[in-house]
């Protein structure tokens, strides 16, 4: 049984965590399935809850900068970049301290570990109470698309985990940017929900990874996470539909076109803030509209790629990619 847990619950849940069980919990970005980083058990658990084929690092979460860097290294990109953008939908990949109490599973055996400070006020809350810091992969199964509601982790994990701590639907709606500063030159390793434009903003020119169709057909992936398929939805996807057929599903942005057998709109005023918020429900809701009217595919309109729309872009070719 998997409990539902209330805002007003949260010590229950970081008790939870402290004893090694699984507690999805809210983020800004998507939910995560949080366990007690230290506990080398509770994490090779998220790995089985979620079904993940390989040990892929996991991003550890903390309650402020302070706590983040007392397990990496931090320089002063880092230390400006968690300025700026913490609490925030940042991840930094930073040299692991040999001190850390982070199980060595949790960063996948690498020397580097991934650390983020949510900007969710519950995640915090949690963060704090638990006073252990947190690996938090998305909550749902491996190769499914990442969970904006309780009701969407429990879709999935159901049963596996002890507790979900219930926040609402997510604000931004896509995973965290991740940004690796441990190798030297600032390389961007998953577009999110801070843009590219903003971290350069702060710390100058950063490396973007070829679009991951070419990174993926060079074998080169720095990041387990920048494997191609992934949020997969069980009916095909297209994608830059310029028209539809009656029987697509279609994830419209902007004035949707005629014809289609289903409409969810991302953002009817083009909005790319609204539109990433609104991705994953979507992708479920054709997903289980399209096969309960027995459609053959989700059709998906042009996205920009400004600002977050690299983010939205890149999930999308995911969901579209063969598997
Ligand atoms: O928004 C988010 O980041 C969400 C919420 C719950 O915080 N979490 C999330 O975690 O998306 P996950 O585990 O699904 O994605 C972690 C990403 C993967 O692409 C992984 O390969 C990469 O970060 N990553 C983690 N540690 C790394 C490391 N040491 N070096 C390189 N990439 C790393
Ligand atoms: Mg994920």
């Keep these: 049984m998997t409990l539902l847990l209330g805002a007003e619950e949260v010590e229950r849940a970081a008790a939870l965590l402290r004893a090694g069980d699984l507690v999805a919990f809210p983020t800004e970005t998507v939910y995560g399935l949080g366990a007690d980083a230290r506990n080398g058990r509770a994490v090779a658990a998220v790995f089985e809850a979620k079904g ?25 990109r880092a230390r400006a970049l968690a300025a700026r953008f913490w609490p925030g939908p940042l991840t930094l990949v930073l040299p692991r301290r040999p001190e850390s109490r982070v199980d060595l599973l949790a960063g996948a055996g690498l020397d580097t570990l991934a650390v983020r400070v949510p900007g969710h006020p519950l995640s915090l809350a949690l963060l704090r109470a638990a006073a252990v810091p947190v690996v938090g992969p998305s909550a749902n199964r491996s190769g499914e698309v990442s969970p904006t ?48 434009e ?14 991951i169709s070419a990174t993926q057909a060079k074998g080169a992936l720095r990041s387990p996470g920048m494997m191609l398929s992934h949020y997969a939805p069980s009916l095909p996807v297209r994608l830059e539909a310029r028209d539809a057929a009656a029987d697509e599903a279609l994830m419209a942005f902007g004035p949707p076109l005629p014809g289609a057998g289903r409409v969810w709109q991302l953002s009817e005023g083009r909005d790319l803030r609204e539109a990433a918020a609104r991705l994953f429900a979507g992708l479920r ?23 977050l729309g690299a983010a939205i872009n890149d999930r999308l070719e995911r969901a579209a990619a063969p598997r």
């Design 52 to 76: 993940r084929p390989h040990f892929n690092p996991l991003i550890c979460h903390f309650p402020d900068a302070e706590a983040a860097f007392a397990e990496v290294v931090a320089d002063g």
């Design 285 to 307: 809701w054709l997903d289980a509209e399209g096969q309960r009217l027995g459609l053959a595919r989700i059709a998906v309109m042009p996205v920009p790629m400004e600002g």
């Design 198 to 211: 903003a971290i350069e903003a702060v710390i100058g020119p950063v490396a973007r990874p070829m679009p």
């Design 149 to 196: 509601t309780a009701r969407h982790v429990l879709d999935g994990l159901s049963g596996r985990i002890a507790a979900v701590l219930d926040g609402g639907p997510c604000e931004v709606g896509v995973e965290s940017t991740v940004l690796d500063l441990a190798a030297g030159e600032a390389t961007l390793l998953r577009p999110g929900g801070v843009p590219a």
